[in-house]
């Protein structure tokens, strides 16, 4: 017996409840460079079974934090949060960045229940048709709004690409040990079709108080 994800697609997010339906097949991880702006059913379902590859074979808390972690690593930009906690940086929610998430949920919907969950095949064709990369922005200041207000572009050498939409920054949270004291986090949408998705890019976030961070990001190491 396995069970079926019936999902509904919100503006960044996906809701997922679970019916009865298909059997697992495990596919290994695919290497890929470069953010995949199509894909086709195929290589979306080989990029759910990327994710829940790891996420089968995570058996503690332990296991299962590293692995979000390395998840997260594979497409951010900018710093390291491991080793410079307060340095600029951007997770890159890509459609391969999406199903793979959904896939570890799939592995642990799975463990839970002790059979197998798949998503629908509807809630696979949604994300692989999305036409915005979500972006998620992490950076630190001096003052638990110093993100309020902030904006956001893509720098590609001369072009310069507006979000489609951006969020209200969070409110800072306390950093632990030196540096700014706050760290705050903000997402923006960027269409696909206004960039190039193999080129070296630059975000740049503009703060009210006037100070700017840029991070880097070479979208051809990205998937």
Request: glycine letters at 6%; a positive charge.
């Amino acid at each position: 017996m396995s069970v079926r994800c019936l999902t509904s697609v919100a503006r960044v997010g996906v809701v997922v409840t679970c019916v009865v339906v298909g059997l697992l097949t495990v596919v290994g991880p695919q290497t890929v460079l470069a953010i995949d702006v199509k894909l086709s059913a195929d290589e979306a379902q080989k990029a759910l079974e990327a994710g829940r590859v790891p996420m089968e074979k995570a058996n503690s808390p332990e296991d299962v934090k590293k692995v979000l972690q390395l998840a997260s690593l594979v497409t951010r930009v900018g710093a390291d949060p491991e080793k410079d906690s307060c340095g600029a940086s951007a997770i890159l929610r890509t459609k391969r960045y999406r199903l793979e998430a959904f896939g570890r949920q799939e592995a642990a919907e799975s463990k839970k229940r002790k059979m197998d969950v798949r998503m629908p095949d509807e809630f696979i064709k949604k994300v692989v048709d999305m036409p915005n990369m979500e972006i998620e922005v992490q950076l630190c200041g001096d003052d638990e709004y110093f993100a309020e207000g902030a904006l956001i572009e893509l720098q590609q050498g001369s072009k310069k690409i507006k979000p489609v939409d951006i969020t209200k920054a969070e409110r800072g949270r306390k950093n632990e040990g030196s540096g700014p004291a706050y760290r705050s986090r903000f997402t923006a949408l960027f269409a696909y079709e206004k960039f190039d998705p193999q080129a070296a890019s630059l975000f740049v976030v503009n703060l009210q108080d006037g100070k700017e961070a840029r991070i880097a990001a070479d979208f051809s190491k990205v998937k």
